[in-house]
């Protein structure tokens, strides 16, 4: 079955840090680019970061681009997003993306989320 | 950055209407759009890619218009599931943009 398995969502202190994870699996997870896109409570969707098949070039938005860092190890089809210095702000459920090469990259498929809570 | 524009953030319809959402980009990003579905406490789904191609397993009653700057999705006959968040994300660059969402609601 072709899915997203997220986990590592956890209640952080404002300036902490977290790594969460995305499992995938049914397709060859290599050939794809992958991405986060975040959606805080009761908002919309927001793109976080993108990064290539071959975890050579990522891509970010401005408002994390420096305290998050995307990554991906292909040997276990996972991918990563490390987030530093977090703030109330980053407060969200971070949805794991397989992303499709229009020019650049629209979704196919999405995991269920995990909640990233920031607070003090 | 180019911004997408949603209208109308919220509208309600009864079941067999016709329903026309609009997304705008503030600059043009050919036909390089999506369109999402997020029912209510799901996941995103995709729609619609490449302005108007509809992805494998959507309803047929979902179709997208437009290229340039405005771009439309149209619900030809709304069914009481497809009440929903829908919206939009241009990816002719980076950064990949959403638009603020449409709520569709049954009235």
């Known amino acids: 079955e072709v899915q997203l398995l997220e986990s590592g969502g956890d209640l952080v202190q404002p300036g902490g840090s977290l790594r969460i994870s995305c499992a995938a699996s049914?397709?060859?997870?290599?050939?794809?680019?992958m991405s986060w896109v975040r959606q805080a409570p009761g908002k919309g969707l927001e793109w976080v970061s993108t990064?290539?098949?071959?975890?050579?070039?990522?891509y970010y938005a401005d408002s994390v681009k420096g305290p998050f860092t995307i990554s991906r190890d292909n040997s276990k089809n996972t991918l990563y997003l490390q987030m530093n210095s977090l703030r109330v702000e980053d407060t969200a459920v971070y949805y794991c993306?397989?992303?499709?090469?229009?020019?650049?990259?629209?979704?196919?498929?999405w995991g269920r989320g995990t909640l990233v809570t920031v607070s003090s | 950055d180019i911004q997408m524009t949603q209208s109308p953030s919220s509208l309600s319809a009864s079941v067999g209407d016709r329903v026309t959402i609009t997304c705008r980009a503030s600059?043009?990003?050919?036909?390089?759009l999506g369109w999402y579905q997020q029912q209510p406490g799901k996941v995103p789904k995709l729609l619609i890619y490449?302005?108007?191609t509809v992805q494998s397993g959507v309803p047929s009653r979902f179709s997208g218009s437009g290229s340039g700057t405005d771009f439309t999705l149209t619900i030809s006959s709304l069914q009481p599931e497809d009440v929903a968040t829908y919206y939009c994300?241009?990816?002719?660059?980076?950064?990949?943009?959403f638009g603020g969402g449409t709520k569709v609601e049954i009235k």
């Open positions: 993306a397989k992303a499709i090469r229009g020019y650049y990259w629209y979704f196919d498929l």
């Open positions: 994300q241009k990816y002719d660059s980076v950064p990949l943009t």
């Open positions: 490449a302005a108007s």
């Open positions: 049914g397709f060859t997870f290599n050939n794809y680019a």
């Open positions: 600059q043009g990003i050919n036909n390089y």
């Open positions: 990064i290539r098949g071959g975890g050579d070039v990522a």
